[in-house]
C-alpha cells in the first residue's frame, strides 16, 4: 500500500468556523493547489476539530508538508492564524483504520 496518512487535532481559540466556511476554504483554498486525494474533517467541540488526510505517497506529504509549514510561518509573522495545529500523527497505519472508506 502506497497511500499515506496525516491526522490532525486544531484547536480554535476563537471558535470554530462554519461548516459552509470551513468547506469553502477546503475547496476553494486548499483543495486547487494540493496533493492530497481526500480530507475528512470532523468538529469535536466548539473549539476544536480533527482531520484525516489522504496523499499517494509518504513523499507527497512531505513535499506538502513543507509548504503548509511555510505558509503557516507566513501567518503567524502577519498574526493571522485563527487556528493552531495541536497534535499531527503519519503514516501508514491510519490507513488500516480507515480502510473500509477508502
Not at 499515506?4 to 493547489?33: C, S
Not at 508538508?65 to 501508514?92: D, H, P
Amino acid at each position: 500500500m502506497s497511500k499515506y496518512a496525516v491526522h490532525t487535532k486544531w484547536y480554535w481559540p476563537n471558535g470554530l468556523e462554519t461548516e459552509e466556511n470551513m468547506q469553502g476554504f477546503m475547496r476553494d483554498e486548499i483543495k486547487p493547489g494540493s496533493l492530497a486525494e481526500d480530507v475528512l474533517w470532523w468538529k469535536l467541540d466548539d473549539n476544536h476539530h480533527m482531520a484525516v488526510i489522504i496523499y499517494p505517497s509518504e513523499e507527497a506529504a512531505k513535499q506538502e508538508r513543507a509548504a503548509v509549514e511555510a505558509n503557516r510561518k507566513k501567518l503567524a509573522l502577519m498574526k493571522k492564524a485563527v487556528s493552531s495545529c495541536l497534535k499531527r500523527i503519519l503514516g501508514q497505519s491510519w490507513l488500516k483504520c480507515l480502510k473500509f472508506r477508502l
